[in-house]
């Protein structure tokens, strides 16, 4: 069983950037590729962002293509999300999941949640 828990998400204005944080614990992190999705109020959970289980491979939701990095820390068990330039469309809960080794884009094929964080852009 894998736990995880974001963190750094927060209330910002357009333009500003923030570091998305999520700590995994309860199993081998080094084996499980990284998701980030977000959910916005009446809206679907939506994939933002994942990494690999290494780290070397990394793929982006045309919607954020550019305004982010999505990188990890194996020896740290945790991943990061760095948004730039945010805008106020960006506002939605942020998750983070994993699943072994390979990204995905569903939802519905990670396997462990965390609570999410949310992240509010202002105009």
């Known amino acids: 069983q894998v736990q995880l828990a974001e963190s750094g998400g927060g209330l910002v204005q357009a333009g500003d950037s923030l570091r998305l944080s999520c700590v995994a614990s309860g199993g081998t992190f080094n084996k499980y590729a990284m998701g980030w999705f977000r959910q916005a109020p009446g809206k679907e959970r939506e994939f933002v962002a994942g990494?690999?289980?290494?780290?070397?491979?990394?793929v982006s939701a045309d919607s954020m293509k550019g305004r982010l990095t999505i990188s990890r820390e194996n020896a740290k068990n945790t991943g990061y999300l760095q948004m730039n330039m945010l805008k106020p469309e960006d506002t939605a809960v942020y998750f983070c999941a994993v699943r072994l080794w390979v990204i995905s884009m569903k939802t519905n094929e990670y396997n462990y949640w965390g609570q999410g964080t949310q992240v509010t852009v202002s105009s």
């Open positions: 990494i690999n289980w290494k780290g070397g491979s990394t």
